[in-house]
């Protein structure tokens, strides 16, 4: 095959037949999701009495973020301060023009049932969980709509015990509407926030990694004490055989 394709100027990749086949299902999969939502967007403009080709021709020219490779990674929900937000709001706008997008519906449910709690074997006879990462993503301190603070209420509903650790999140540093979220919403969760990640590691059975970062990464690789892993942000921690067997991610 690949000296049937060497005229051919493109990377050659080679992988699992399996895997070769779920990329050509996720692909049309994806270009079935992407006509869906063009046409959901199309029809949400004309009842506005917009261009929707206007608007979506302007939408493709960001190729940082709207035609990219970015989002397309396996993990954990999506929440902050702007998506959630945005998608409500646009269906509430759907609504009034007497539309009900179904694609974007779904995606809306998808935020009201976000957190899927621990894997059965992480939950089985364990009661002490640590929790790396509080705010929505990396480099920011918002923890306006964050799915980690959402799973965190659900385990601390569920009785376990629970300590938190986030370096970019300094409850003397915040302010604004970051500040009154922490202290009208989620004030039992601020009280769980450690200062270092070793006092939020110390006797933990199972640890949350619930963002993206080098600090935890470090940490869960030396970490000695046979806890389960959990990784929700897709670390991948290199971990020793042993470790391996106690290591699991979200979507992976």
């Avoid at 035609?67 to 709001?89: E, I, N, T, W």
């Avoid at 004490?225 to 991610?249: F, H, I, Q, T, W």
């Amino acid at each position: 095959m690949a000296q049937l394709y060497a005229g051919v100027s493109a990377p050659l990749i080679r992988t699992r037949l399996a895997v070769a086949e779920m990329v050509k299902y996720a692909g049309n999969a994806y270009h079935a999701l992407r006509v869906t939502f063009a046409n959901e967007i199309g029809n949400i403009c004309k009842r506005l009495g917009l261009d929707g080709k206007e608007v979506l021709e302007i939408f493709c020219r960001d190729e940082k973020l709207n035609v990219s490779a970015a989002y397309l990674q396996p993990g954990f929900a999506f929440g902050g301060s702007c998506l959630p937000k945005d998608l409500r709001a646009l269906l509430y706008k759907a609504k009034e023009v007497d539309l009900s997008p179904p694609c974007c519906a779904r995606f809306s449910r998808a935020t009201r049932t976000r957190s899927p709690g621990l894997p059965h074997r992480a939950e089985s006879g364990k009661e002490k969980i640590a929790v790396l990462g509080l705010s929505f993503k990396p480099g920011t301190d918002d923890l306006r709509e964050s799915p980690t603070a959402e799973l965190i209420e659900t385990m601390i509903g569920k009785g376990y015990r629970v300590a938190i650790y986030d370096r970019e999140v300094s409850l003397a540093r915040l302010y604004g509407s970051n500040k009154a979220y922490i202290e009208q919403t989620i004030p039992h969760i601020s009280c769980l926030m450690k200062q270092s990640i070793e006092t939020t590691l110390d006797g933990a059975e199972v640890i949350v990694v619930a963002k993206k970062s080098q600090e935890f990464q470090e940490a869960i690789e030396r970490l000695g004490n046979g806890a389960y892993v959990v990784d929700l942000a897709n670390v991948r921690p290199r971990l020793s055989p042993e470790k391996e067997r106690k290591y699991e991610g979200i979507c992976w």
